[in-house]
């Protein structure tokens, strides 16, 4: 991660930023705001989309039958903190402050996720990846899902608690904050079918 060249040196509040990011230049980027600078991500990877779209369809599927929780993709904004404003957005998430489309915040809103999830890419870096989680706790995120596809592992961080490592044999839950949600991690890094090995190229 870096701070973009062309972001204003002044610090951003969530509305400014929600502006800025809609500029023509802009549009095409990945970007958030941490504690009022901007910050420019790389584009995610495709093991990044594949990873986080298997998750997000579970949990979509979850909380459409839960009829209690909602869940976002596409690494849509959240603001979790103000003087100064920092807007993050989770790979996945998971809320339970809507009950119809209709009361959907038609920006970023500011009440946290339930659950956040992120997808380890190769170039991110534990400082900047243990900043977001931190963010995400502070600001009353109840369960956050740090998924890295290389080792194939799940590691849950939580308040007031030690992370846990999960590797591909175990199952990821909910907890108490999800009742009832249950995914075979290997089951996020299959690409289809039940076999990861690569289909042999026919003669």
């Known amino acids: 991660m870096s701070v973009l060249a062309t ?3 002044t ?13 023509p ?10 504690r009022g600078e901007v910050i420019e991500l790389p584009p995610p990877t495709k093991i990044h989309g594949v990873v986080a779209l298997k998750l997000g369809r579970k949990l979509g599927d979850y909380c459409e039958e ?5 869940a976002t993709s596409n690494d849509s904004g959240v603001i979790l903190k103000r003087d100064p404003d920092t807007v993050r957005g989770p790979d996945i998430a998971v809320y339970d402050d809507a009950a119809t489309f209709a009361e959907l915040h038609p920006k970023y809103g500011e009440v946290p996720p339930v659950v956040a999830a992120e997808v380890l890419s190769p170039n991110d870096k534990a400082n900047k990846v243990q900043e977001k989680i931190g963010d995400y706790l502070r600001a009353g995120v109840k369960l956050v899902w740090v998924i890295d596809p290389e080792d194939q592992t799940v590691t849950v961080h939580a308040p007031d608690r030690t992370p846990r490592m999960l590797k591909n044999d175990a199952n990821l839950t909910g907890e108490e904050i999800l009742p009832g ?10 690409l289809r079918g039940t076999s990861s090995k690569p ?3 026919t003669a």
């Open 66 to 70: 839960s009829d209690r929780f909602y």
């Open 25 to 34: 230049e802009n549009q095409n980027g990945f970007f958030e705001l941490v």
């Open 181 to 190: 949600f249950s995914l075979p991690i290997a089951t996020l890094f299959v």
């Open 11 to 23: 610090l951003m509040t969530a509305e400014e930023f929600g502006e800025w990011v809609q500029r």
């Open 199 to 201: 289909t042999p190229p």
């Open 7 to 9: 972001a204003p040196k």
